[in-house]
Nanobody, 122 residues
Framework: QVQLVESGGGLVQAGGSLRLSCAASGRTFSSNSMGWFRQAPGKEREFVAGISWGGVISDYADSVKGRFTISRDNARNTVYLQMNSLKPEDTAVYYC???????????????WGQGTQVTVSS
């Protein structure tokens, strides 16, 4: 089992920045690939970004590429999502997730956090 707790959400104006953190505990964190997802009201949850177990390889949804950066610190059992140039359409609940595979995936994640709200005002 892996327990995940997100933090860092909040209200920000368009063009601003936020950094989300996800603290992991439980079984070995460094062997899992990690991902961030989001769900806006009335929409399905969507993949935002993923990172391999070693942090070398990352993947991004087209809608956030060039604006968001995923990173991880395996010594601290934490994964981050730096979000710059935020837009109102980025407003959603953001979820951290862990995959049993060390390789990046866009689906099939095994463990999920409770989510943190990000609201971008225009």
């Amino acid at each position: 089992q892996v327990q995940l707790v997100e933090s860092g959400g909040g209200l920000v104006q368009a063009g601003g920045s936020l950094r989300l953190s996800c603290a992991a505990s439980g079984r070995t964190f460094s062997s899992n690939s990690m991902g961030w997802f989001r769900q806006a009201p009335g929409k399905e949850r969507e993949f935002v970004a993923g990172i391999s177990w070693g942090g070398v390889i990352s993947d991004y949804a087209d809608s956030v590429k060039g604006r968001f950066t995923i990173s991880r610190d395996n010594a601290r059992n934490t994964v981050y999502l730096q979000m710059n140039s935020l837009k109102p359409e980025d407003t959603a609940v953001y979820y951290c997730a862990a995959h049993r595979s060390p390789v990046i995936r866009r689906e099939g994640y095994d463990y999920w956090g409770q989510g943190t709200q990000v609201t971008v005002s225009s």
